[in-house]
Each structure stands twice: as structure tokens, then as C-alpha cells.
């Protein structure tokens, strides 16, 4: 069975860039969220997706944004690229309600 | 403000011993948990779960035990084994926001040795 799969695996950027991540749930999942990763905060929620309308939303900026496909697959982008979001993003997927979530890689981005 | 803690940023087990680890929570509306696995260069892989109506629950080698009155959770992990070597992330989530939306502890880094 296929996992969560993000693309790219890895990025890097330039301050002011913006770039889009990519991740495809496993199938029959239609809730993705997504987290950001650093040394100095941890695992933090960004936001959470299911049938194509965001359900939840953590503490960041407007710069951080999302949605979802009618296929489940959802994006990712970050405007206005800043040093400090320099971190791994995963994301995660399920059937949603109580259902664990399942992680996929991630995408490392680093800002230059 | 950390709602969930997890005190111990690692810990050394012989291998065949038990594992504990640890996790402490602050919101009382926390009504859902999990622990999740993660070696380097990969995500998290979800372990075992528990809900806030039971105290205690078992799969495998890994067992859960949830005291809600002192708002903390232990995974206990018998025996251990060299390839249980990694950190280990404790998460919770209330029901205002979906067991889609987790708060996440910082992790414990479990070491199994020979």
C-alpha cells in the first residue's frame, strides 16, 4: 500500500521566493494536514484540509497558505520566503475523525 | 506555552529491558493521544493511540497508559529492541479540533543498546 508521498524532497530558496510543496495522501484519505519542523519549536500544525475545504488552522502567517484537490492531493506555498521558515514540512493524512494520521517524508526547505 | 511535555529529551535501555516514556499535558480538553516513531530522514510513524476513555491500551510490544487526573501518559515498550532506537514524539489533539490537528510534544530520543 502507498504511503504518503511529498515532493520535493528537498528545495532550496532565496529570501522573498515563494515556493509550493506538494503531497499526495494515501488513497481513500481525504484528510491532509500539514506540520512544520524545526530545532527550536518542534513539530507545529499549519493547517488541515478534508474535501477540499481547510478545516483547521494553526498560529502562522497569512504567507502560509494551501489547498486541496477534488483528488485529495494538496499543495502547500509559502510567499515572501523568510530565513526562519527554514524546516522540514510533512505531511500527514487520514480518513479523518479519530483515525491516526500517517506521515509521509517531508520537504526540506532551506532559505539562503 | 508547551501543552504537551515530554521531560526527558532521551533515554538509554538495554536490550530485552522495558522502555518508558514519558508525556505530560496541560490542556484538560486533550481527549485524544498518540505516540508516533521517528528515525532520521523519515516522517513519523504512527505507534499506538488512546482515547480518553480508557486508561490503558495494548498492541504488541507497545502498551499506553493514560492517567488522566495527573494529565499524563506513559508507552511502555517490552522487550526492547536495537531497532526501537529513535525518537519517540508523544501528540494530542481535542475534539475542537479533529485528531487532525495534533500538538506535539518534543520528543525523547530512546537509545537500545546490546
Known amino acids: 500500500k502507498a504511503g504518503v508521498t511529498q515532493t520535493p524532497r528537498y528545495l532550496i530558496k532565496t529570501r522573498g521566493q515563494q515556493v509550493t510543496l506538494s503531497c499526495s495522501p494515501i488513497?481513500?484519505?481525504?484528510?491532509v494536514s500539514w506540520y512544520q519542523q524545526t530545532p527550536g519549536q518542534g513539530l507545529q500544525f499549519l493547517f488541515e484540509?478534508?474535501?477540499?475545504?481547510?478545516?483547521n488552522k494553526g498560529n502562522f502567517p497569512g504567507r502560509f497558505s494551501g489547498r486541496q484537490f477534488s483528488n485529495s492531493r494538496s499543495e502547500m506555498n509559502v510567499s515572501t520566503l523568510e530565513l526562519g521558515d527554514s524546516a522540514l514540512y510533512l505531511c500527514?493524512?487520514?480518513?479523518?475523525?479519530?483515525?491516526?494520521?500517517?506521515f509521509g517524508d517531508g520537504t526540506r526547505l532551506s532559505i539562503l | 506555552d508547551q501543552q504537551v511535555k515530554q521531560n526527558s529529551p532521551s533515554l538509554s535501555v538495554q536490550e530485552g529491558r522495558i522502555s518508558i516514556l514519558n508525556c505530560d499535558y496541560t490542556?484538560?480538553?486533550?481527549?485524544?493521544f498518540l505516540w508516533y516513531k521517528k528515525y532520521p530522514a523519515e516522517g513519523p510513524t504512527f505507534l499506538i493511540s488512546?482515547?480518553?476513555?480508557?486508561d490503558k491500551n495494548e498492541d504488541g510490544r507497545f502498551t499506553v497508559f493514560l492517567n488522566k487526573s495527573a494529565k499524563h501518559l506513559s508507552l511502555h515498550i517490552v522487550p526492547s529492541q536495537p531497532g526501537d532506537s529513535a525518537v519517540y514524539f508523544c501528540?494530542?489533539?481535542?475534539?475542537?479540533?479533529?485528531?487532525?490537528?495534533?500538538?506535539f510534544g518534543t520528543g525523547t530520543r530512546l537509545q537500545v543498546t546490546l
Open positions: 500527514a493524512s487520514s480518513f479523518g475523525g479519530s483515525q491516526p494520521q500517517h
Open positions: 488513497s481513500g484519505h481525504r484528510s
Open positions: 484540509y478534508f474535501s477540499e475545504t481547510q478545516r
Open positions: 490542556n484538560s480538553m486533550f481527549d485524544y
Open positions: 488512546i482515547s480518553s476513555i480508557k
Open positions: 501528540a494530542a489533539s481535542d475534539p475542537t479540533g479533529t485528531a487532525s490537528k495534533l500538538t
